[in-house]
């Protein structure tokens, strides 16, 4: 059973489309995130909810909207896509923040690519 | 700005030997420090913590330091296998918050 499953893996798109990518948890965790990782590897993080609550929202572009329905789920949705915005998209869960000791759980990432 | 380094040149070892990866920092002042891996075309998979009050910590075959004073982490791997050839990224948090911050990762490759 998939910790932490996010869809689609792949997406090729055209500039200018919306898109959503759809990310599950079922560990009961309480906090979820959703984090970038360019070209260079790094993986950035663009936001944090916890409990259905934004807990925080990077430097984000706000055609980026995640929402999240209940504590299982956090969907990413992006509007008006750009070339820029191609890159590995990844989900991710944690127990409560004050309690590190068990790292994130990521899913396998979604791959955006804008043509 | 906070700014985490890791060595972007992969790191090739011959199999048995010790892997030892660094992880250095600057502008930050972490609570704890996270060593993650990640295989190609896969989430990273978290490995282990050491917090801001402990020098080392063991887990395995696994060892990683942790040098507050030198802004540090070394990350070392005994007795090396193949199957340990992927990507390592550090990861550094402050207790109660919920941003942890990644480095971009040391490709690791052991040769058989």
């Known amino acids: 059973d998939t910790a932490v499953s996010q869809t689609p893996k792949y997406l090729v798109t055209q500039m200018g489309n919306d898109k959503s990518i759809k990310c599950e948890q079922n560990l009961g965790h309480d906090t979820m995130y959703w984090y970038k990782q360019d070209s260079k590897k790094f993986l950035k993080i663009m936001f944090s909810y916890n409990n259905k609550e934004l807990i925080i929202n990077e430097t984000v572009p706000n055609r980026f909207s995640p929402k999240s329905p209940d504590k299982a789920h956090l969907n990413l949705h992006i509007n008006s896509l750009e070339l820029g915005d191609s890159a590995v998209y990844f989900c991710a869960s944690s127990q409560d923040p004050g309690t590190p000791e068990y790292g994130y759980t990521f899913g396998s990432g979604t791959r955006l690519t804008v043509v | 700005s906070q700014k985490i380094e890791q060595n972007s040149e992969a790191l090739n070892i011959q199999e048995g030997k010790t892997a030892t990866l660094t992880c250095n920092y600057t502008?930050?002042?972490?609570?704890?420090l996270q060593w993650y891996r990640q295989d190609p075309g896969r989430g990273p998979v978290f490995l282990l913590l050491?917090?801001?009050?402990?020098k080392e910590k063991r887990k395995e075959r696994l060892k990683v330091t942790f040098d507050t004073t030198l802004k540090q982490s070394l990350f070392h791997i005994t007795a090396s296998q193949p199957a340990d050839s992927a990507t390592y990224l550090c990861a550094l948090g402050h207790t109660g918050g919920f941003k942890t911050i990644f480095g971009a990762g040391t490709r690791l490759f052991v040769k058989a």
């Open positions: 050491i917090r801001e009050n402990e």
């Open positions: 502008n930050y002042s972490p609570a704890y």
